[in-house]
């Protein structure tokens, strides 16, 4: 029955975009495949890919969209010595000859794009202009930076006793170092258990660049073979003991909080560590009064200046199903990564309040691992306001184990030694590029490369 209703809906689209002469204007069009895509962009901010994507066809499949240049090229990138290819911006799968996809808001068009590539099992089947209007070049960029999170030290293996974290970490940092970032950015889940040896790879990996490599505790980083002192002695070189690196402007009186100046720009990155693991309590579940009297010092001293605010743990969203909110996502089948900030602890409700309070910020968690695609269970997955006004809220990815979901499976998988992700950040004037990067494949990761205000 379904076979049938599919030929004849294909044989009605098939009229219809005969009667209009279509296929004089598609490239590969042919009496067996047909395609018409339109896109609808819901501003007119150059750089912005916030759009309706729709599309028409007499067979149905996958339909993917990719950024071209002038020549109609797919786009690349260069980045330091490199060039480094984009991946599609968008996969659209049509049923009964229809299919459409709202694009996360947030979604940017690359600097030299200029025309959307439309393809099918590798075939090009439309070229369609960029406006004018919309193409960007963005100029004058001060610094980059990069992210990624949840290593997992002795989490995962290969196989054959290699661990995932000691290549996936060493390849991300070979990246960032191609690409000349100032500094390296984590939101925690260095470990498995809170163990020394962890701590020790990490130094061990880390101190090989140039560049400093900071991050906070995740809830793994505080499990039984935690020791603070191990963590002080291993990790964030030069944020702790007498002797600063350049750049550490402040510690916490707990020793581990603290902030870094990067030294180009004067943006301020704070790094704000889990004091537990003790999710689904109400008193203190995971920082302590006297961090965030320290929080809201620092980020009242630095209110004129772009903030990046890193902590392990997402917040759910405060409009809506709380469990879609920026760093989850919610199925069918009703399954979503279940250890979220306790809605309504004491300090839950404070930390929420000081990021309502300050638009200057961007709030980086990791934690779930979800991968970046599956933003299209959740288009508000990588980035968004959260439901709220103030900062800007930001999923990093897991370097080590990128967690996928389907609309109806059980749980989620994950641990698979092909994916690893994280992102590439450009700061400029006005605002900040967030481009999604696949390690493994060395490709920017275009449909989750994403534009926001500075």
């Not at 296929?23 to 895509?37: L, M, R, T, W």
């Not at 200029?114 to 209007?133: A, R, T």
């Not at 000349?180 to 660049?209: C, H, L, R, W």
Request: proline share 3%; aromatic share 14%.
């Amino acid at each position: 029955m379904y076979s049938l209703l599919v030929r004849i809906m294909a044989t009605l689209l098939a009229t219809l975009f005969s009667l209009f002469n279509i296929s004089a204007d598609i490239p590969g069009f042919s009496e067996n495949k047909a395609v018409k895509a339109e896109i609808d962009f819901v501003n007119e901010e150059a750089g912005s890919a916030d759009a309706v994507i729709s599309i028409e066809t007499t067979a149905d499949g996958e339909y993917k969209l990719f950024w071209a240049d002038e020549d109609f090229e797919k786009l690349t990138v260069t980045l330091g010595d490199s060039e480094f290819l984009y991946s599609e911006f968008a996969s659209i799968t049509t049923y009964f000859g229809e299919g459409s996809l709202d694009l996360p808001d947030y979604t940017a068009i690359p600097d030299n794009a200029k025309n959307i590539l439309l393809e099918s099992d590798g075939e090009l089947l439309e070229i369609i202009p960029i406006p004018e209007e919309k193409t960007v070049d963005r100029e004058n960029k001060i610094y980059s930076f990069g992210s990624i999170s949840d290593l997992h030290f002795n989490r995962y293996d290969l196989g054959d006793g290699k661990d995932v974290a000691q290549l996936s970490f060493d390849r991300a940092l070979s990246f960032f170092d191609e690409a000349g970032v100032s500094v390296v950015a984590m939101p925690g889940d260095i470990s498995t258990d809170g163990e020394k040896e962890a701590f020790m790879s990490f130094n061990e990996i880390s101190s090989k660049y140039d560049f400093p490599v900071y991050t906070t505790t995740g809830n793994h980083d505080l499990r039984s073979k935690y020791e603070k002192e191990n963590w002080l002695e291993y990790m964030n070189t030069g944020a702790y003991g007498e002797e600063k690196a350049d750049g550490i402007i402040d510690v916490a009186e707990n020793g581990m909080d603290f902030v870094y100046e990067e030294p180009t720009s004067g943006d301020i990155f704070i790094f704000l560590n889990q004091t537990s693991n003790g999710y689904g309590q109400l008193i203190n579940a995971l920082l302590q009064n006297s961090q965030l009297d320290w929080l809201e010092a620092q980020l009242e001293e630095h209110k004129d200046k772009s903030v990046y605010l890193f902590f392990h743990t997402f917040l759910t969203s405060a409009k809506g199903n709380p469990l879609m909110s920026t760093g989850n996502l919610y199925n069918s089948l009703g399954w979503a990564y279940p250890l979220f900030y306790t809605p309504g602890a004491n300090d839950e409700i404070r930390l929420r309040e000081l990021l309502r309070e300050y638009d200057n910020v961007f709030f980086f968690n990791g934690h779930s691992h979800w991968a970046y695609h599956m933003q299209s269970l959740n288009p508000d997955l990588n980035i968004s306001k959260n439901g709220e006004d103030g900062a800007t809220f930001v999923h990093v990815s897991s370097v080590s184990s990128p967690r996928v979901t389907g609309d109806y499976q059980v749980l989620w998988s994950g641990t698979d030694p092909n994916m690893s992700e994280g992102y590439l950040i450009e700061v400029y004037e006005d605002t900040l590029l967030l481009m999604g990067i696949d390690f493994v494949n060395g490709t920017v990761l275009a449909y989750a490369t994403y534009e926001c205000e500075r």
